[in-house]
């Protein structure tokens, strides 16, 4: 898939939905602190590579299917390797592009390598091994961010979770936590309070925002309903995705959030419903470049 931007003016209908998210802002002072004349070489550099994306919880949380709904893509594990601790994980890849024309200057792309790491389950570690485990694969890989899955039902081990957020806090990963089966049972309060106590002792909780509980440049947890969920014969419908990835997105900055917005860009639903936010994004763009 390619993006392709040039100085033509991009028309957008407004959006139905009132989204509260403030990824205008967010972006609007990313590419401030940017020259003028450095902007495209910036986002070429930025998003012309390979980065990360990080996985983790034990297994059968619904990884997998977090992934699928936040990217609209198929995640399987292709490669596999081992890291120091001998602890089996794998990754899945795939390529984007993005083309920039202007009359001014010839075509020119650049193609990014994003990679979804899946981590193996925690249950048998201890926190130290937990921590170690995870400064050694944000020290090779220095992720956009981590995300961490729970589901009801699963295990989520208070000290090793600690160690997670410690390790992201001292190597400075924004870690977002999630609840994949909110509708699940009620031990989904469980897990959220238990997200919550172990992120407070970082940061303080900053807001709450449609269901997205913040702690500033620490992290963020939250709860959502990956696919339909049927209970009771009653189906409750996908929940909380794109609050989840906007939530994302208002909390990264320079680089790792044009990252973020560079590997979800094939979710052509979600974009479609947070038009407000792209129109004022590309008309952030083109008043500092004096479209």
Not at 179 to 197: G, R
Not at 232 to 237: F, P, S, T
Not at 272 to 279: F, N, S
Request: glycine share 4%; with cysteine.
């Amino acid at each position: 898939m390619s993006i392709v931007s040039n100085s033509n003016a991009i028309a957008l209908s407004s959006s139905n939905e009132n989204n509260q998210s403030i990824l205008h802002d967010v972006v609007h002072a990313t590419i401030q602190q940017i020259p003028r004349q450095d902007i495209q070489n910036y986002l070429h550099a930025a998003v012309g590579k390979t980065f990360d994306i990080m996985l983790m919880g034990s297994p059968r949380v619904g990884k997998s299917t977090l992934i699928n709904a936040i990217l609209q893509k198929d995640v399987a594990q292709t490669y596999a390797g081992r890291n120091t601790c001998t602890k089996e994980f794998s990754y899945y890849e795939y390529e984007e592009s993005y083309i920039t024309e202007t009359e001014d200057s010839p075509t020119r792309t650049s193609t990014s390598s994003i990679r979804i790491w899946d981590s193996p389950g925690i249950e048998d570690w201890t926190r130290l091994d937990v921590k170690e485990y995870v400064q050694d694969l944000i020290n090779k890989k220095n992720p956009v961010c981590l995300i961490f899955c729970a589901s009801p039902g699963t295990y989520v081990e208070l000290e090793q979770l600690k160690g997670i957020v410690e390790a992201c806090k001292n190597l400075k990963v924004f870690i977002t936590m999630v609840i994949t089966n909110m509708y699940a049972s009620d031990e989904a309060d469980i897990i959220l309070k238990i997200f919550q106590d172990t992120l407070i002792r970082h940061h303080v909780q900053k807001k709450v925002e449609k269901n997205i509980y913040y702690y500033g440049p620490i992290g963020l947890c939250t709860q959502v309903n990956s696919i339909d969920y049927v209970v009771d014969d009653i189906r409750k419908k996908s929940e909380g995705i794109d609050e989840l990835m906007l939530g994302i997105m208002n909390s990264l900055s320079d680089e790792k959030l044009l990252q973020w917005c560079f590997a979800i860009q094939n979710n052509a639903p979600f974009w479609a419903r947070a038009q407000r936010q792209i129109w004022k994004f590309y008309s952030s763009v083109k008043r500092l470049l004096h479209y």
